[in-house]
């Protein structure tokens, strides 16, 4: 059976869960627009690697 045989201790759980805090994504700037974007992504204008891939339609 999974019982534990005694209390795991406050040190012992902290340093278990020393590798759980959140880790904030990487962003990079658009080369065409400058809006930030997350990286290996097309842009929201269209652009990936400096290259057009899409155009945006315009809403209204």
């Given at each position: ?45 269209g652009?990936y ?5 899409f ?6």
């Amino acid at each position: 059976m999974g019982v534990p045989a005694d209390k795991t201790t406050k040190s012992k759980r902290n340093k278990r869960r020393s590798h759980h805090a959140l880790v904030r994504p990487n962003s990079s700037k658009c080369s065409q627009c400058g809006e930030l974007k997350f990286p290996h992504r097309v842009c929201s204008c269209g652009f990936y690697k400096g290259k057009e891939v899409f155009t945006p339609k315009m809403s209204s």
